[in-house]
């Protein structure tokens, strides 16, 4: 590949890691929200840090990924 765009990508090349319509990707942001409040409850410990960081992280890149999506 060349790297170039086909103008069937979406415009934003780090939406290839999601999903290309709205009830899927939101599936995944509360998915990754629950996973990450339930991370939170157990803060005091390390896994609990790891998880609530990581899947803070991922929630918020797939909420951006979510804005650009068409309604």
Partial sequence: MDGSVSSSSPA?????FYVH????GARLLSSALVITGIALVRIDHPAGQLVAVVGGLVS????F?????KA
């Fill in 12 to 16: 934003c090349p780090l939406t290839r």
């Fill in 21 to 24: 319509n709205r009830r899927d």
């Fill in 60 to 63: 918020l890149y797939w909420w």
């Fill in 65 to 69: 990924c979510y804005r650009q999506l």
